[in-house]
């Protein structure tokens, strides 16, 4: 399907860079994998990236967050946002397993099947602030959960900066967020009714993640690059300390062509 | 996918080749592009630009940014020259046989601009990878 999308994205290349478009559609064809933070788990496989967005005088649609913006001068944009909530991205790769030990190490007298609980997508609803400059980039934004999943919130702050060495383009960019006891509880938490010998019930407090983030791009034209990305994402102490969790940090890298039509 | 994957390797090459009108005449300008941003607005360029012709006779470079041209050749089929350019916008380097004659090669410099006017096309996305 992603293939098929990038195959369309090339064939209207030409129509599209005719004239300014509120369109940004992007390609990347290449290699890169995300760590699994999460016991018995999978780590995240990329070869294509997709980017498409649309931006609006008020409405617009980046990679699905949803925003129609209200305030835009020299200083900031402000903008009402709707998004999908990240951290459920890691559970939709993890494996069932049989252990014959308990969670401290003892013999269990039969095999016991852990499973790691799965968790649902929330959509979260809240404001971004958007201001830049030749300091860098700012980008601050709050999120509380409007469906009912995790009934907590997440503030966040990023801040970024361009760097230009003749056809390279680095940017380097930092960032923290803070999420609340009742996301932290219901993604990282386990319940007293997913618990078992083998995993023990968890209830995780508030947390603050951290996350440095470095992308690089050697643009061979205006449209074509060679781009690299490296992120690590340390979890927050009270996730990180859940029976669920092996790592306590992400770590995600990708090298590939990219085309921006 | 591996159709995919030759076109996403050949193509860039292709975006490499200096733009030609012509093959009888030829104008390779390096290099062809600049990356601006808020904080480096232009670009201080040296541009080396050659051109060639099948045919010896009077050629001339121009470019987009000044009416007269920026250096002529008598009975030639080949030069080259330098050009120091501060550049913020993308423009054209053409060959011609005059002021008024009709363009025989172009090359263009391109010009990227990697602060958008709208920095909502800067921030970052809550995409797994947010690579581009």
């Not at chain 1, 959960?145 to 503030?155: A, N, P």
């Not at chain 2, 808020?38 to 470019?63: H, K, L, Q």
Request: charged fraction near 25%.
């Amino acid at each position: 399907m992603r293939i098929r999308i990038a195959c369309l994205l090339l064939l209207l290349a030409p129509v599209i860079a005719a004239a300014e478009s509120p369109w940004r559609l992007g390609a990347a064809l290449g290699y890169g994998e995300r760590s699994n933070p999460l016991a018995q788990s999978d780590d995240v496989p990329l070869l294509l990236d997709l980017d498409i967005a649309y931006f609006g005088e008020r409405f617009f649609f980046d990679n699905g967050d949803l925003g129609v913006t209200f305030v835009d001068n020299a200083g900031i944009t402000m903008s009402a946002m709707a998004r999908f909530n990240s951290d459920r991205v890691f559970f939709g790769r993890t494996d069932t397993k049989f252990v014959v030990f308990d969670a401290v190490g003892a013999p269990l007298s039969q095999a016991i099947e852990v499973v790691i609980p799965d968790r649902d997508y929330a959509i979260e609803a809240g404001f971004e602030l958007l201001s830049d400059g030749p300091w860098g980039f700012l980008q601050l934004s709050a999120f509380q959960d409007v469906s009912g999943t995790h009934k907590g919130f997440e503030i966040d702050a990023s801040y970024g900066i361009g760097f230009r060495f003749e056809n390279w383009y680095i940017e380097p960019a930092i960032g923290l967020a803070y999420k609340s006891k009742e996301l932290n509880n219901y993604y990282w938490g386990v319940r007293p009714e997913e618990a078992n010998d083998a995993l023990p019930a968890f209830e995780a407090a508030d947390g603050i993640n951290a996350r440095m983030r470095l992308r690089a791009a050697y643009y061979f034209s205006r449209e074509w690059s060679f781009a690299l990305s490296a992120e690590y994402e340390r979890l927050n102490d009270n996730a990180a300390s859940s029976p669920i969790v092996e790592r306590d940090s992400m770590l995600g890298y990708f090298a590939g062509l990219a085309y921006r039509f | 996918m591996k159709r995919l994957l030759a076109l996403l390797l050949l193509v860039p090459l292709a975006a490499l080749a200096d733009d030609t009108a012509s093959e009888a005449h030829t104008l390779s300008v390096k290099p062809l592009l600049c990356i601006v941003d808020a904080r480096t607005p232009a670009c201080e360029m040296r541009f080396a630009i050659r051109w060639a012709s099948d045919e010896s006779g009077y050629y001339c470079v121009f470019n987009e940014l000044e009416t007269e041209a920026l250096r002529c050749w008598r009975q030639a089929q080949a030069g080259d020259l330098r050009d120091d350019r501060t550049v913020a916008e993308s423009f054209s380097y053409w060959l011609k046989q005059g002021v008024d004659a009709p363009v025989l090669a172009k090359a263009t410099v391109d010009v990227l601009k990697k602060d958008s006017d709208d920095r909502r096309r800067r921030r970052r996305t809550r995409h797994v990878w947010d690579i581009l």
